[in-house]
Nanobody, 115 residues
């Protein structure tokens, strides 16, 4: 069973920035495709950004130009840099790893964007 260590969430004003981290210590981190999801109250969980093992990355249209996903395989860590945050970015952000049909989830870190 994989154990994620997620951090970086918090309360921020609109237009502010946060950097989320997801560490997967003791794992073969480089073998996993990694992603960030988020879930807002009363809404379905949605994919926000992906960072594949082949180096390809991508984000959804609503955060394009504001969010950046990256991974450091030497540090077993996934990042999500979030800039120009908006109230609609509020939610629990969850780290996800996948290898074929094997999928693991972190417990999530709360991001609240409010004035």
């Amino acid at each position: 069973q994989e154990r994620f260590v997620e951090s970086g969430g918090g309360l921020v004003q609109p237009g502010g920035s946060l950097r989320l981290s997801c560490e997967l210590p003791g794992s073969i981190f480089g073998a996993w495709d990694m992603a960030w999801y988020r879930q807002a109250p009363g809404k379905q969980r949605e994919l926000v950004a992906v960072a594949a093992t082949d180096g390809k990355v991508g984000v959804i249209d609503s955060v394009k130009g504001r969010f950046k996903i990256s991974r450091d395989d030497a540090k077993d860590t996934l990042y999500l840099e979030m800039n120009d945050l908006k109230p609609e970015d509020t939610g629990v952000y969850l780290c996800n790893s996948s290898f074929g049909a094997v999928v693991h989830w972190g417990q999530g870190t709360q991001v609240t964007v409010s004035s």
